[in-house]
């Protein structure tokens, strides 16, 4: 159970390095498999290169080897993502996580050559990520699977298409040692059913302990007690992507006191109504 981290930010708008130390040492406590860190749910988009390199800095330092680091450094201009990797200090990162270039929209085989040429040009262990309702182009398995037999350290794919035949595919075909990661929390039960490994969760960030124990459960084929622990979940699910991500973890971390309720624009925090649902099932269930 990866999480994929969130940006806290000050009333001033600046980077809350003190809430993200915390938060990281949440995540230390509740046992936290690895961390995702500048990926979508951390608002890199509107991010500056000083700070996702302090953001960087901070969470490295603070999880001092303990648990893997994947770092989201994808693009959507592969020479720009390549000097990223040749030229930043990677030190303390275990792995990066490479997003399908977004709104130039590439064929199959520019995503192939895309990833290919990324893959190449770093020692480091890749792992893709789908997610076409951001990007705007869905990478096929045959394509997944093509990059995983043709690139060696590319190890994994996030996926976040929600088309379950598709996953299914890269399942059946993979390389050995290729694995398959859920990007979807509400799906990542019935995909553990299937044959994922894992997943980069998003309410992971409010939930760790409880959260990792659900897959952890259906991993060792416990499905009637992970099933339980999915069901507590589900109002939630909805409530994370009402209004967009991060929308939603930002308000339950808020409610939670974990971090203030502060985006970055054009994200803006979530509407009175959808917090007050929020908060209408914190009251009602009692998480751990």
Known sequence: MGVALVTPFCADGSVDMESLSLLVDKHLKEKTDFLCVLGTTAETPCLSIEEKREILKTVVERVKGRIPVLLGCGGNNTREVL????????????????????????????????FKTIASATSLPVVL??????????????????????????????????????????????????????????????????????????IGNAYPFRFGEMVHMAMNGRFSEALRMHRSFSELYKFMTAEGNPVGIKGLLAELGVCANYLRLPLVPASVFLQERIRGVLEQTAFE
């Open 129 to 202: 990520y789908n997610v076409p309702g951001r990007t705007g182009v869905n990478m096929e398995a045959c394509t997944t699977l093509r990059i995983a037999a043709d690139c060696p350290n590319v190890v994994a794919i996030k996926e976040a298409s929600g088309k379950i035949s598709q996953i299914e595919d890269i399942l059946n075909g993979a390389p050995e040692g290729f694995e398959v990661l859920s990007g979807d929390d509400a799906i990542t039960l019935e995909l553990l059913t299937v044959g994922v490994s894992g997943v980069i969760s998003v």
């Open 83 to 114: 000097h990223y990797l040749q030229n930043e200090n990677l030190a303390g990162v275990d792995g990066v996580l490479i997003v399908t270039p977004y709104y130039n929209k590439p064929s199959q085989e520019g995503l192939y050559r895309h």
